[in-house]
Nanobody, 124 residues
Framework: QVHLVESGGGLVQAGDSLRLSCVCS????????LAWFRQAPGKEREFVAG????????YYTDSVKGRFTISRDNAKNTGYLQMNSLKPEDTAVYYC?????????????????WGQGTQVTVSS
């Protein structure tokens, strides 16, 4: 059974940085596509960043380009989202998700497993 556990969220000020982690329960994590989504209060969940199982072809939504970086350490079965220059509009619950086919997609329906989410709050 695949389980994902996120951590690293918190309350920060605008301009600060956070690094989110997503630990996967299985070693086959190395073959999964990885993505991060977020859901702000009153809004739908949206794609933030994704990468292929091979760690190639990173993709970011426009609002985070140049500020966020997705990465993975397959030896630790862990994915990361480094978030720099945080803004109040980045406030949301952040979720990691994996696609067992090895790819990634902007649509959340294509993902097979999700974490429980971690809250990120950015004050102005």
């Amino acid at each position: 059974q695949v389980h994902l556990v996120e951590s690293g969220g918190g309350l920060v000020q605008a301009g600060d940085s956070l690094r989110l982690s997503c630990v996967c329960s299985v070693r086959t994590f190395r073959t999964f596509g990885l993505a991060w989504f977020r859901q702000a209060p009153g809004k739908e969940r949206e794609f933030v960043a994704g990468m292929l199982w091979s760690a190639e072809n990173e993709y970011y939504t426009d609002s985070v380009k140049g500020r966020f970086t997705i990465s993975r350490d397959n030896a630790k079965n862990t994915g990361y989202l480094q978030m720099n220059s945080l803004k109040p509009e980045d406030t949301a619950v952040y979720y990691c998700a994996v696609e067992i086919s090895g790819g990634f997609d902007l649509k959340e329906d294509d993902y097979d497993y999700w974490g429980q989410g971690t809250q990120v709050t950015v004050s102005s």
